[in-house]
């Protein structure tokens, strides 16, 4: 998920995982008969490509037409609030077997998990522009460390933790980074 969506910041529409492409249509199901399948989400006759072992070659039943049409349906079918939405560079709707609620407008085909996707990728989204802008500038997205380093070192004990958990940060994940250190100290890793 953090691959794909650091694909995407990076301005790559069809890199990661099928799911949060912009369309569809490469992730395809063949079966141990030769038959091939849209997608293994849709192994359904409705959705038979053919059979390679009837003349034509995978290559040409994933590039056919109808194949080809099948994916772009992913991004003509969204809804209008899809479309309008911050963060669908980044989910694209999500995968269109799972967009079977009504949006607040009455339109069909809005995904199941679009409030949890909305919330991950606005969560995501100001480590993933820090690494985007360092490999941008050719150093290592690692640097993304220093920058919550950083961040953390200036957040004072009793400020509320960043996780939005409503906890202090001492009592959240501070306590976490605070019992690694402990353990750093104590017993420091065997060798291997």
């Known amino acids: 998920m953090f691959d794909t ?7 790559m529409d069809q890199a990661g995982m099928c799911v949060h492409a912009r369309t569809c249509g490469d992730a395809v199901a063949l079966e141990h008969t030769g038959d091939l ?9 409705d959705y038979l490509l053919g059979n390679i072992t009837q003349g034509r070659t995978l290559l040409q039943l ?8 099948f994916g772009q349906a992913k991004a003509d079918t969204l809804p209008a609030y899809c479309r309008r ?4 560079f980044a989910c694209n709707g999500g995968c269109p077997k799972d967009r079977f609620l009504t949006t607040e ?6 995904h199941y998990l679009c409030d949890g996707y909305q919330l991950f990728f606005r969560h995501v989204d100001e480590p993933m522009r820090v690494m985007r802008d360092l490999l941008l ?3 290592d997205a690692t640097g993304l460390r220093d920058w919550y380093a950083a ?18 940060w001492k009592e959240c994940h501070g306590a976490r980074i605070t ?5 750093d100290i104590a017993s420091p890793p065997p060798d291997l």
């Open 5 to 11: 969506s650091l694909a995407h910041w990076m301005g």
């Open 37 to 45: 399948y849209s997608c293994d989400h849709y192994v359904d006759p």
């Open 62 to 69: 994933v590039d056919s037409p109808r194949q080809r049409a």
């Open 85 to 88: 939405c911050d963060v669908r």
């Open 105 to 110: 407008d009455g339109e069909h085909g809005l």
């Open 137 to 139: 500038s050719g150093r």
């Open 151 to 168: 961040g953390g070192a200036k957040r004072a004990r009793n400020d509320l933790c960043s996780c939005a958990s409503g906890r202090k």
């Open 179 to 183: 019992n690694i250190q402990r353990m």
